[in-house]
């Protein structure tokens, strides 16, 4: 800690010593329109930049005072969020978007800043995994190669199926990235994983695996219960599932899609409308938080990880024992507890520029959400580019970073400046199909299962 | 003198027309101005009944009930009504029972009036000592005291007594009886009081009328009490009128009975079967029925 | 003397109004009236429910051990006391923030002083348990690797062999059939019961050697008490560092007295150098200037973002199932009496009654919570929160439609026991004195104040009682559901967390919640038996 001025302040306090502080009270301090806020979170690992900017004071160094609220479920805090009653909060990825087009709860909701990449898991049940075990003999061991693909869970689905069942498994949330990394997964093994249409909400039309909504914390007690055989979460529910012996995981999100956008900062568009500045604030203050979860010594090691894991554990914030969330947090995950893997980029704060909202990520969602129907009509291209920009608001983005340039809290290279919003195409998926945001017709068409659309 | 009560042949039957019994028929009764009449009967006969035609609280079913020539459509505070169960609000102490009365009856009275003449009453029946008290922590007596001095501060013109002292041993009875006699005579007014005691009734009243036994009670033929008062219940045992009295009446009540009795053993004792209700219990008053109709005993006197 | 004994008797007649009769034969002990009387009665009342308690203390510390869950076991007393311990800790760390952000001066600084000290000293902890954990860790590892390592050699062995015996085995029935002769049933037969019998084998073997890994898996799975122990020391030291190490900040850099004096410093440095400018920088100054000086009141009247505690969550549980009652109340009685008053209008009621009452307050409660937001879009800007919020005591609870709406359903689930009652209340008034209210020609309302709710009193309030005690156990589940700030909140908070103390945690709200519900009760009791008279219908 900043010892030396500590020490001066023991002492008595001359303007001089006032001063040397004046990295706290920032001159740049913007003029907030509300001081004091109210930001909803669900309990997972990936809400830590808004923790992370409490406690460590980046909210403070902004003249906000922040009150940071769990939530039980991701549908009560979106209507929190609209009904005013939470400023902003920790979101899924697809959320924003749904509630903009009206699926689900209908509200104009926006991000600037995207929370975290990757940080999801697929786990099974033990006898699913000794079963996909015994259909592909390579993951017969300790420490099974990867990626691993739906390919043998797929007899286990038909052989239920011919038994008159299907196989359970549980997301967190229609509109969750779980629930179309989840569909993408079984459908990239050919498996259907149903289809969302006016009247079935649910989202099980023709499925050949039934998806059920759980919420995060309840998925290993679902999981130990047999309502499901497995589940699609993020963390620390697949360590828990490792650590209480109760589930395999088989794969996690960075392998289906490689740095995903998987939670975004939400607020309401009236909200930014009225407070503008606070809005600027508070993206600042999250965008350093970011990058004070990356950082990295010399070797690449995360240097303020096992901090923030201890600071996540406090039962107010995940409330997990330290220990299970220091797994994936300090870059480690386990597969099985015999299978401890290094995964530096299972969660992403803020490198390759994982803050930035892309509009690219935006339509990969909603492509999503009309593969399986949630968008139940054929949109055009220009649709999506304008949903996209309508929620994903890198202008704000951009502008909380450029204060953030003049103070010297990033470096110029950490933003993609004159970026247009659209990541390059990319391959990174499970299936090897590329993805390219400027054609999302094309790409909606490009898959074996799901909705197709014609070419405008 | 007019007569300030007056009942006009009138009846009270209850049930449907086909089955219809009649609790009381063709009363015939007139009260005068400051007079003290007591009705005497069995218990059962209707006494209750009678009382409350006689307050308002009951219609008859034909004929009329008059006061000052009026007939009674609603009870109210002319028609001071004590209750046989005192009927004091149990919440209230014996002073707010009193106060309530009056409250209702002068609504404009100032609070230190009605402060002064709430006490003045309860200290008229001699319960000084128990203002504060609550009715369960009263004796009999003491709750039939209170009841009476929350009737009086009704300063009504007409006493309707409900056997007002027959749940009290001997002793507290013949003090409240005195307690009655004394405030009747200084205050003069008009009191019907219903009684099953001759004693009392002779004691106190000025006409005694007796109630024939039910159903289908009547008033049948009064005696007339004359014995000069105030009388003085240690040597009315010697007094010739009151033996001659006391003895006419029990006679005639003793040979009510016997009849009765003998009608009742003409009839075939039917087994007690009534038909189960499942209508809500009715909050009105309902009246005690005998289940074997008998026509034709009347005519008694 | 005389002032003893009427302290006696006002005692006993506080102790009986309050039900708390057991307390009697103290009182009357302390007299030396019948001691041994009373020394039986405080056996029989006192010392037989404390030695009641310490036996299922007792039970519930032998028979929690073997209750085992994939989250570790049941929790002791021991642990839920500890349980207890932590949940007020972080209460009173997160007061004691609030505190330093405001102090100032030379308390400042000695409470400053104070907490590096003990930072110093809780470094050296912090650093001690890391090496405890490893150690302990290491230590359970070895012994897990050393227990493990025979049974693994023989898994694998097993499993080899079992392969390689299956897949021989497939190989001679693949030659076997080629020399099967097409038409000849019987050696068909036997070569088919040749195959099935391979089957079975392979599905034997693969159970034996399924029984094995499971065997492996539960060594693995054992916990360690030492490493279990070592982690909670852990945690206890690096949980203190974290705080005070936010403390200290909140003392010093943060402190809000600090930050004023920074940006006074700030201002008056900006007024210097505006003298000497002009032109659009002496604009831009002086604009500087009144934005640092509205940014100065705002920092003065800033107040420390308290994340809620467990006694604030507490209050505010409280507060809520109040407002709840107090709603449920103002439906239930008005209702009850007009029920009671007239059956016509019961009849008519009697069909809604019949249907709401048993509905569940997880029914209401998104109803409810759908209803109220909707009226209220937004809290921030509605005037009737604002002014809610600016009221003094009930401010602080910061009510908001989750607020409401669990109030609301604490209302919807609770009345219809008042409702029974103060129907039944006023339906069974005596009719004496009905009488002495037609006597007394009292009018509609002089009938309904003096005659027939004070009748009723003691049947509605003993239907207030048990309203109160559902609206209790009902606000907690609709705080669940809500996520309104309460004791309900913490349950699902805690239960979301799943940490290895969590489940203590979640024992401790079974008592507080017990506890207060039994406050609740005994004040209801008090009430009841305050309106109540000799010879009022009871339930």
Not at chain 3, 456 to 483: K, N, T, Y
Not at chain 3, 488 to 510: E, P, R, T, Y
């Amino acid at each position: 800690m900043k010892a030396h001025t500590l020490k001066q302040h023991v002492g008595s306090l001359s303007l001089a010593a006032g001063m040397a502080m004046t990295s706290f009270v920032a001159a740049e301090q913007l003029d907030v329109e509300k001081s004091e806020l109210k930001f909803g979170f669900i309990k997972l690992t990936d809400c830590a930049p808004i923790v992370i900017a409490k406690e460590k004071g980046f909210f403070e160094d902004e003249g906000l005072q922040v009150d940071v609220v769990a939530q039980p479920n991701w549908k009560t805090l979106l209507d929190n969020v609209i009904s005013g009653d939470l400023d902003g909060a920790h979101m899924l990825s697809g959320q924003p978007l749904a509630a903009t087009i009206g699926f689900g709860t209908k509200a104009h909701i926006i991000t600037a800043f995207t929370m975290d990449l990757n940080g999801n898991g697929i786990t099974v049940s033990n006898n699913i995994w000794e079963q996909m075990q015994a259909n592909d003999e390579k993951l017969d061991s300790d420490t099974p190669p990867h990626p691993i693909t739906a390919d043998s869970l797929k007899p286990i689905v038909e052989e239920k199926l011919e038994d008159g069942e299907k196989l359970q498994m549980g997301m967190v949330f229609p509109t969750s990235t779980h629930n179309y990394e989840l569909r993408y997964w079984l459908a990239a093994a050919g498996i259907n994983p149903g289809m969302y249409t006016k009247s079935d909400v649910g989202g099980r039309t023709d499925a050949q695996v039934e998806l059920s909504v759980t919420p995060p914390p309840m998925m290993p007690a679902t999981l130990e219960s047999g309502n499901i055989q497995g589940y699609c979460v993020g963390e620390p529910w697949n360590q828990q599932a490792v650590s209480k012996g109760i589930g395999v995981p088989v794969t996690t999100n960075y392998d289906i899609w490689k740095n995903n956008p998987e939670k975004v900062f939400g607020v309401s568009k009236s909200w930014a409308d009225e407070n503008p500045q606070t809005y600027l604030a508070v993206t600042k203050a999250l965008i350093r938080a970011g990058k004070w979860l990356d950082a990295a010594d010399e070797s690449g090691k995360l240097v303020n990880r096992e901090e923030a894991a201890r600071i996540l554990s406090r039962s107010d914030y995940v409330g997990a024992d330290y220990d299970v969330i220091k797994n994936s947090m300090t870059g480690y995950f386990y597969f099985q507890k015999t299978d401890k893997r290094e995964m530096p980029e299972f969660n992403v704060f803020f490198k390759d520029h994982a803050t930035y909202p892309w509009y690219s990520d935006g339509i990969w969602f909603l492509t999503q959400m009309r593969r399986w129907g949630q968008i139940s009509e054929p949109k055009s291209k220009d649709w999506y580019y304008e949903t996209a920009k309508s929620v994903y608001k890198p202008e704000v983005y951009l502008a909380a970073a450029k204060l953030l340039l003049e103070d010297g809290h990033v470096e110029k290279a950490e933003i993609p400046w004159d970026a247009d919003g659209f990541k390059a195409p990319t391959k990174d998926f499970i299936d090897g199909v590329e993805y390219n945001g400027k054609e999302p017709i094309k790409y909606l068409n490009s898959h074996t299962i799901g909705n197709k659309d014609p070419e405008a | 003198m007019n007569d300030i009560l007056q009942i006009n042949n009138a009846s009270v039957s209850f049930g449907p027309p086909s089955n219809r019994t009649d609790v009381l028929k063709d009363l015939q009764l007139s009260v005068k101005e400051n007079e003290f009449v007591a009705v005497i009967g069995f218990s059962g006969a209707g006494k209750s009944t009678l009382m409350n035609l006689l307050s308002g609280l009951q219609q008859p079913s034909s004929g009329e009930v008059l006061y000052k020539g009026e007939s009674i459509k609603e009870p109210g505070p002319d028609l001071g009504m004590m209750f046989q169960n005192y009927s004091l609000l149990p919440w209230l102490s014996v002073l707010d029972n009193v106060k309530l009365a009056i409250g209702a009856v002068e609504p404009k009275i100032s609070k230190s009036e009605l402060d002064e003449k709430a006490h003045h009453y309860v200290k008229m029946v001699k319960l000084d000592h128990a203002f504060d008290k609550k009715p369960h922590e009263l004796s009999g007596g003491m709750r039939q005291r209170a009841s009476l001095a929350r009737t009086l501060s009704l300063d009504p013109e007409v006493l309707l007594l409900d056997e007002p002292l027959s749940a009290l041993d001997a002793l507290t009875r013949s003090e409240l009886q005195d307690q009655i006699l004394n405030i009747w005579e200084k205050d003069k007014r008009t009191v019907v009081m219903i009684t099953n005691d001759v004693d009392e009734a002779v004691l106190m009243a000025d006409r005694i009328v007796p109630l024939t036994m039910g159903p289908g009670a009547t008033l049948a033929e009064e005696f007339e009490v004359n014995m000069a008062r105030p009388r003085d219940r240690h040597t009315l045992n010697d007094h010739p009128e009151f033996m001659r009295l006391k003895s006419e009446i029990t006679k005639f009540m003793m040979g009510l009975n016997k009849e009765s009795k003998e009608l009742a053993a003409d009839i075939i004792p039917m087994p007690k079967v009534e038909p189960k209700s499942f209508a809500p219990p009715v909050l009105s008053p309902t009246f005690k029925q005998n289940p074997v109709s008998r026509k034709g005993n009347n005519n008694v006197a | 003397m005389k002032l003893l004994k009427q302290l006696k008797y006002s005692l006993l007649k506080v102790i009986d109004l309050s039900g708390l009769t057991f307390l009697a034969p103290i009182v009357r002990l302390c007299y030396g009236e019948e001691p041994k009387v009373q020394l039986q009665k405080i056996g029989q009342w006192i010392l037989v429910p404390i030695a009641g308690v310490c036996a299922f203390l007792f039970l519930w510390h032998i028979t929690s051990g073997s209750i085992q869950t994939k989250s570790g076991t049941l929790p002791n007393p021991v642990e839920t006391w500890q349980g207890y311990n932590a949940i007020d800790t972080q209460a009173e760390r997160e007061g004691l923030k609030k505190t330093s952000y405001e102090l100032v001066g030379e308390e400042r600084d000695q409470m400053l002083a104070d907490a590096e000290d003990r930072l110093a000293e809780v470094k050296v902890q912090v650093a001690e348990t890391n090496a405890a954990v490893t150690a302990a860790k290491e230590a359970v590892d070895a012994q897990t690797k050393e227990l493990i390592a025979p049974l693994d050699k023989e898994y694998k062995e097993l499993k080899s062999q079992y392969k390689a015996a299956s897949k021989a085995r497939k190989a001679v029935l693949v030659t076997d059939a080629d020399s099967l002769k097409a038409g000849n049933v019987a050696e068909y037969n036997a070569y088919y019961e040749k195959v099935e019998e391979s089957v079975v084998k392979t599905a034997q073997e693969k159970e034996e050697l399924s029984i094995l890994k499971k065997k492996i898996d539960k060594i693995r799975e054992i916990k360690s008490p030492e490493v279990a122990k070592a982690l909670l020391e852990q945690t206890f030291a690096a949980e203190e560092a974290q705080y005070l190490s936010k403390q200290i900040e909140l003392l010093s850099d943060r402190n809000r007295a600090v930050q004023v004096e920074t940006a006074t410093g700030m201002i008056s440095t900006y007024n210097e150098e505006f003298l000497s400018l002009t032109g659009k920088a002496a604009y831009d100054k002086a604009r500087s200037i009144a934005k640092a000086k509205e940014r100065l009141s705002k920092m003065e009247s800033s107040s420390y973002a308290q994340p809620a505690t467990i006694w604030y969550q507490v209050k505010r549980s409280i507060f809520c199932v109040f407002t709840g009652f107090i709603i449920g109340t103002a439906i239930a009685v008005p209702i009850g009496i007009l029920c009671g008053l007239n059956s016509t209008f019961m009849a008519a009621m009697t069909p809604f009654i019949a249907i709401f009452k048993p509905v569940s307050p997880i029914v209401w409660l998104p109803i409810a919570l759908i209803i109220v937001s909707g009226l209220i879009p937004d809290p921030d800007n509605n005037p009737l929160m604002l002014f809610l919020w600016d009221l003094p005591l009930i401010g602080e609870y910061k009510i908001n439609p989750a607020f409401i709406a669990s109030a609301v359903t604490v209302a919807l689930c609770s009345l219809w026991a008042t409702l029974a009652n103060t129907a039944l209340g006023v339906a069974s008034i005596d009719k004496d004195h009905m009488n002495v209210a037609r006597v007394l020609k009292l009018g509609f309302f002089a009938r309904l104040f003096k005659i027939v709710i004070p009748s009723a009193l003691p049947l509605i309030f003993a239907g207030l009682r048990i309203s109160l005690g559902v609206g209790w156990m009902v606000l907690i589940a609709a705080e669940l559901l809500s996520s309104s700030e309460g004791i309900g909140k913490f349950v699902w908070d805690q239960f979301n967390n799943g940490a290895s103390d969590s489940l203590a945690k979640m024992m401790v709200v079974v008592f507080l919640v017990g506890i207060i519900g039994l406050i609740l009760d005994r004040i209801m009791i008090v009430f009841q038996r305050m309106v109540t008279f000799e010879g009022s219908v009871s339930v």
